[in-house]
């Protein structure tokens, strides 16, 4: 019994397997396809001040209107555009829309002082990356570009480090994401002079129980204070969240507790409610 037991259940993961083989040649024939039928966009998150809790920014967000499967999050689709060496692509139509949107906003007069967009591994190893965002109209301090930590440690490559700094001479912020879960040291923080750091929501949630998690926020944020670099917390669920944070001297909040990623649509609606409390 245990044995036909074993072999069922070794079917059954190989018929998985299978159908996920299956499902994933089918997802990047559809991203491929959807790249060119213009189905990707941006979402927006907005991001307060933890003082003042004004608009300071927003950060773009890739979204996939699949023509059959309706709105899909990156979780459905990142990695196998990654594997694809296409996620550069959806990188790009993310800043382009964003800067876009931009001049949408001015035009109605909703102010959105920063725009932040996730820039992944490969698009940060282009050799054209530069021409490519020279040919854009990028006002300096108004794009931010988030970059994983696991980028730093390439920091030694030509072309990395040849990209930041030009990144930067562009006026384009650098920001790390995701902070605390990777292996930056303070060293490689020194060195790349970030304007931001991003604490990842893994650090963030947990403050308000464990002593840990709350010790190494604080932490984070003095260093990031003395080396005068800002502090974005994110996963903000809760306004207990948002309390905490503010008391420990982070300079901004992301999460759920003050917005969701919203459509363009959406977003200048919630904006314009006079719910927010916007730069002027
Ligand atoms: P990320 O850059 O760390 O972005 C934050 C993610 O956390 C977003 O998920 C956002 O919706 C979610 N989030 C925000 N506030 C909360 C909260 O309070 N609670 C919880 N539980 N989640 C919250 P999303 O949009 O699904 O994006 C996931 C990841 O995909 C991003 O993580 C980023 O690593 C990547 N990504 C998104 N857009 C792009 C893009 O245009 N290019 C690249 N290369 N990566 C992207
Ligand atoms: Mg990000
Ligand atoms: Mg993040
Ligand atoms: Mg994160």
Known sequence: RAKNLGRNRYEFFSQNLQAEVINNKRTADAILAGIDNGEFTAWYQPQFCARTMELTGVEALVRWNHPTRGLLTPDQFLRIADDLNVVQQLDRVVLETALKDKMRWAARGVVVPKISVNVSSRRLHDEGLIETLTGLQIVPGEISFELVESIFLDESEDIVSHNLERIKALGIDIEIDDFGTGHTSIVSLLKTKPKRL??????????????????????????????????????VETLEHAARLRALGCDVLQGYAFGRPLSFENFTEAATAATWRLAS
């Open 198 to 235: 991003k604490i990842d929501r893994q650090l963030v949630m947990p403050i308000l129980t464990s002593l840990k998690e709350r010790a190494l926020v604080r932490s984070i944020i003095e260093i990031a204070r003395s080396l005068d670099i800002e502090t974005v917390a994110e996963g």
